[in-house]
């Protein structure tokens, strides 16, 4: 393989994607050549455009609606005909028939209620369409984005250059694993995965061309605000001088939090429907989706165009009574703005936490969004979580004060569309430094000039073309400590169950293509036969290194993930004997986390993979 002539960064997101690149050539120190790809995607049957964003967006259309050749792009033309269509006419053609679109796929890749490799979307489709796994969703996404690439610059073929594909920092390492497989699948070579906020601040720092060692300072933390379709992500950054020059670190993330674009949507539409009920028009489940997509397209208009006051909303009928066959309303950039102002930024003290209710014995299946759809809430929990996360970096010590109830931002990044709204930019700033105020704090300023639809995908670009050894890195690796449950060895009392401790196979912090063993621990593993371990994962317990046992931790210190489940092969010995090991932990460097059972004199490894089936699947 040759080397690469660009570095090419991914936004695989939750409603847009996109793709970026840097002339690795061309480029020479901080000041990169970049780009951002026009991708080919299908608009209308038969019509081809291309548009800087591809909408994350797939629709499996019945098997006559097409007519030969309407679902024809440059790259397979002479191909057989496929069974469905990705992007713009997707999205499009989904908001008048839902039942058979596909969207918040990545969401679902990080569901672990369900098996993300099986075929569930659209989950509430009819039997007669066809479904797909979230999994698969994704692999088209990608395999797209990739044709592209190769329709435009088929001298530099997609799989000789460097490849970075973003992700939410909140991700557990088998929503890693499985975005990695669907880039795998998608025919990506050669792999790495990058944060979503980290890609946000690598975009800023590349499109200030320098300028950005005069914006911030040693001791400055950066908050990064990350609201996008599906998800709130939230990254502290922290600035350090080392030998003249300064260096970011990642110093801590959010955990992950279903709470993003698409509860805006829904929650609009449902103020739409209370209009169109007292109007005497009651919807159905059909028309409340084709309702919700309708909701999204308004609110970006009315959101990013302050001249816009009023849009119509066109919902289609199935009566034959209605005249013209559709219900029709509309939804003022007033309504907009004051809804998700009041329902998802009310203004709240410091001290504020999401609220918690009881839910039912029995619910649909579906995401598992947040049940507190406030993100100031959410914001405030997270800046009370770290509170000490900067206590041990240099340069950071006694900086809070004692009486301090949250850590203090000094800056703050916005990305995500949603971000578009100055209104909404404006009271997250304006709540964060209400905060800071009532602490004797100086308020935090706003990191201007973030290209919100295109930031990740630019920022992802600019990381590959930093490790190669060229502009400034943001130092970080794990965003969380790893622990596997440990049940202690106690004689059977009924009523009650062994204790467990948490055993650290991976401290936080841990860089990629590390690999640290357990010093002294050893197990019996269980071969040729299904075993599985119970898996935490901490964002707060900073100082634990690997082979750190915990006998007690509070309740929001460690935090349950999917549990590991492996069958070993047994290679020469009988299914079911135990195996003396040695735990490995390793971060590749992709930016998965592997766990591998050694056997004693390094003869035999085997990989411990992390469930990605759900908590109810089994092998």
């Not at 800087?52 to 002479?78: D, I, V």
């Not at 002294?520 to 100082?543: D, K, M, N």
């Given at each position: 393989m040759s080397d690469p002539r660009y570095a090419i960064g991914i936004d695989l997101g939750t409603t847009h994607s996109a793709l970026s690149y840097v002339d690795l050539e061309a480029s020479d120190g901080e000041q990169s050549v970049h780009g951002v790809l026009a991708v080919p995607q299908l608009t209308?049957?038969?019509?081809?455009?291309?548009?800087?964003?591809?909408?994350?967006?797939?629709?499996?259309?019945?098997?006559?609606?097409?007519?030969?050749?309407?679902?024809?792009?440059?790259?397979?033309?002479?191909?057989?005909?496929?069974?469905?269509?990705?992007?713009?006419?997707?999205?499009?053609?989904?908001?008048?028939t839902p039942i058979r679109l596909v969207s918040s796929a990545k969401s679902w890749l990080c569901h672990p209620g369900v098996d993300r490799r099986a075929a569930i979307l659209p989950n509430d489709a009819p039997p007669e369409v066809a479904r797909v796994s979230p999994i698969e969703a994704s692999t088209r996404y990608l395999a797209h984005l990739r044709a592209a690439w190769d329709a435009a610059y088929p001298e530099a073929p997609f799989t000789e250059q460097e490849i970075t594909v973003t992700i939410p920092a909140s991700f557990d390492p088998a929503a890693r694993e499985l975005t990695a497989e669907a880039a795998t699948t998608a025919g990506y070579a050669a792999l790495t995965l990058l944060e979503e906020p980290q890609a946000a601040l690598y975009s800023w720092i590349q499109g200030s061309e320098g300028r950005w060692r005069k914006e911030v300072k040693p001791g400055d933390i950066i908050l990064v605000v990350d609201v996008g379709g599906g998800t709130s992500d939230f990254s502290l950054i922290a600035i350090l001088e080392r030998d003249g020059q300064l260096e970011p670190h990642r110093v801590a993330v959010g955990e992950h939090i279903l709470l993003g674009g698409d509860n805006m949507d829904l929650a609009l539409a449902h103020l739409v429907a209370r209009k169109v009920a007292a109007a005497g028009t009651q919807l159905d489940p059909w028309q409340m989706r084709s309702l919700t997509y309708a909701c999204r397209s308004a609110k970006e208009s009315l959101l990013a165009d302050p001249e816009l006051a009023a849009l119509p909303i066109v919902i289609p009928s199935r009566s034959s009574k209605l005249i013209g066959g559709s219900i029709r309303t509309e939804l003022t950039r007033e309504e907009v703005t004051s809804f998700i102002l009041e329902g998802f930024f009310p203004q709240v003290e410091a001290s504020a936490r999401p609220t918690v209710r009881a839910r039912a014995g029995l619910t649909q299946l579906g995401l598992p969004y947040a049940q507190d759809a406030a993100i100031t809430r959410h914001l405030a929990a997270f800046l009370g979580r770290q509170l000490d996360a900067t206590s041990e970096l240099e340069g950071f010590a006694g900086k809070l004060g004692a009486d301090a109830s949250f850590l203090h931002p000094t800056a703050v990044l916005f990305n995500g569309g949603v971000f578009k709204s100055g209104i909404l930019v404006q009271r997250i700033l304006s709540t964060v430094n209400d905060w800071l105020y009532l602490e004797g704090a100086e308020g935090a300023r706003m990191l201007a000039g973030a290209d919100l639809d295109l930031a990740v995908a630019r920022g992802a670009a600019y990381y590959s073309y930093v490790r190669r050894g060229h502009g400034v890195r943001i130092r970080g690796g794990t965003a969380r400590s790893y622990y596997v449950a440990v049940e202690s060895a106690m004689p059977a009392i009924p009523g009650m169950e062994p204790p467990i401790q948490a055993l650290c196979v991976a401290?936080?912090?841990?860089?990629?293509?590390?690999?640290?063993?357990?010093?002294?621990?050893?197990?019996?593993?269980?071969?040729?036969?299904?075993?599985?371990?119970?898996?935490?994962?901490?964002?707060?317990?900073?100082?634990?290194?690997?082979?750190?046992?915990?006998?007690?931790?509070?309740?929001?210190?460690?935090?349950?993930?999917?549990?590991?489940?492996?069958?070993?092969?047994?290679?020469?010995?009988?299914?079911?004997?135990?195996?003396?090991?040695?735990?490995?932990?390793?971060?590749?460097?992709?930016?998965?986390?592997?766990?591998?059972?050694?056997?004693r004199g390094d003869s035999e490894r085997w990989k411990v993979e992390f469930d990605v089936r759900g908590q109810s699947g089994g092998q």
């Open positions: 209308a049957p038969g019509n081809v455009g291309e548009l800087p964003l591809l909408p994350s967006f797939l629709y499996l259309p019945h098997a006559e609606e097409m007519a030969p050749g309407e679902l024809s792009l440059p790259w397979r033309e002479q191909e057989s005909p496929t069974d469905y269509v990705v992007g713009e006419m997707a999205r499009n053609r989904g908001a008048t401290p936080f912090g841990m860089e990629e293509g590390s690999e640290e063993e357990l010093p002294t621990q050893e197990f019996g593993l269980v071969v040729g036969a299904p075993v599985h371990f119970r898996f935490f994962g901490s964002s707060v317990r900073r100082q634990d290194q690997i082979g750190t046992m915990l006998d007690f931790w509070d309740a929001d210190e460690l935090q349950e993930l999917n549990e590991i489940h492996a069958t070993l092969s047994s290679e020469g010995r009988q299914a079911g004997d135990v195996v003396q090991v040695k735990l490995h932990a390793k971060v590749t460097e992709a930016g998965t986390l592997e766990l591998m059972a050694v056997a």
